[in-house]
């Protein structure tokens, strides 16, 4: 589980996250939604160490980041799984070498070890068959999916996503979101994800926080979505016509349910 405790940051004497509390489960999947602006980018970063807020703390299950000595904060990084909008892999590797790569980096492990467990997390995400392919040779979305093996081949506890669905068709989203769902739940992963697709919030949206001119304007889960009564919130939500028309269906039957029953 990490906490958010009273979040505020500045940059050059301009507040762009205000008081932000917000709990972010372990084995669920934690999306952070608002309007580009809105400063959840800048709250995910705050998340995983790349700027320190002026006010609050940061809890990984309790531990207080702003508390941790270098020694600490190096030791946490290794339980922390990276998955980047633009799946940031490298030209010159293989599917197998980008994999590798933290594993070699980071981890004591044998040769034998790093190979076994790579070959693990390229099976895990369906790319058995791409071990030696290089990133130019595959998809949009086995790129991605390379980029999640990636990210889980230190075996985290803590998985951060920026727009994983970034540049991706309808149908390859659902899968990736349908992956992390899957991951997270698996290896009980407390996962955060980035993102303003709405397929993603109603599809695997077990823990929501929606970030509003850089306030936290509201929380719940993909079925509290369609009950909210934030302006702000049902603006940014039901913007298209058709999410539009899925809550007043909703909402109809709703009213048809509680007819009957009473």
Known sequence: MIEARNISKWFDGQQVLY??????HTGKTNLIIGQSGSGKTVLMKCL????????????YD??????????QKKALHTEIGMLFQGSALFDNLTVLGNVMFPLKMFSKMSKAEQLERARFCIQRVGLENADNKF???????????????????LNPRYLFCDEPNS?????????????????????NITTVINTHDMNSVLGIGENIIFINKGRCDW???????????????????????????????????AERDEKANN
């Open 219 to 253: 929380t719940g889960n993909d079925k509290d979505i369609f009950r909210s009564k934030s302006r702000s919130l049902n603006d940014f939500v039901f913007a298209s016509k058709l999410f539009r028309e899925v809550k007043k269906y909703l909402e109809r039957s």
């Open 19 to 24: 008081d932000i509390s917000a709990t972010f």
């Open 135 to 153: 990133p130019s040779e595959i998809s949009g979305g086995m790129q991605k999916r390379v980029a999640i093996a990636r990210a889980i081949s």
């Open 167 to 187: 540049g991706l068709d309808p149908r390859t989203s659902i899968l990736i979101d349908e992956l992390l769902s899957d991951i997270t739940h698996e290896f």
């Open 62 to 71: 309790g531990r207080s980041f702003r508390a941790m000595n270098d020694e």
């Open 48 to 59: 995983v160490g790349l700027l320190r807020p002026e006010e609050g703390e940061i809890l």
